[in-house]
Nanobody, 126 residues
Framework: VQLQASGGGLMQAGGSLRLSCAASGRTFSSYAMGWFRQAPGKEREFVAAIDWSGGRRYYADSVKGRFTISRDNAKNTVYLQMNSLKPEDTAVYYC????????????????????WGQGTQVTVSS
């Protein structure tokens, strides 16, 4: 399985970015996908997740109302639309793919994810 994240960049506070993560190697539509981020000197933290069907979405409190996760199973791609960006959103963003087909919970934990992308840098200036 390969996950390729893209879409990061430098943005001013209040701006928007959309991250993409293209997956290959197994049946994309069977697995939940998630986004995590890691800021310098901090541990990797959960941002958002979407179940295999796209019917359930989960968000960290810090991004609720600003970020939206979605998936296009026909394109084997998951997206993270980030609006109203804040300097504290600055981090490397990683996409992950669940290790369980048709799972239903636990997506906030890194342990749930078997595969990871290489990360894409998001920098938000004040």
């Amino acid at each position: 399985v390969q996950l390729q994240a893209s879409g990061g960049g430098l943005m001013q506070a209040g701006g928007s970015l959309r991250l993409s993560c293209a997956a290959s190697g197994r049946t994309f539509s069977s697995y939940a996908m998630g986004w995590f981020r890691q800021a310098p000197g901090k541990e990797r933290e959960f941002v958002a997740a979407i179940d295999w069907s796209g019917g359930r979405r989960y968000y960290a409190d810090s991004v609720k109302g600003r970020f939206t996760i979605s998936r296009d199973n026909a394109k084997n791609t998951v997206y993270l639309q980030m609006n109203s960006l804040k300097p504290e959103d600055t981090a490397v963003y990683y996409c992950g793919q669940s290790g369980r087909a048709y799972g239903s919970s636990g997506y906030e934990s890194m342990a749930e994810y078997r595969y990871w992308g290489q990360g894409t840098q998001v920098t938000v200036s004040s």
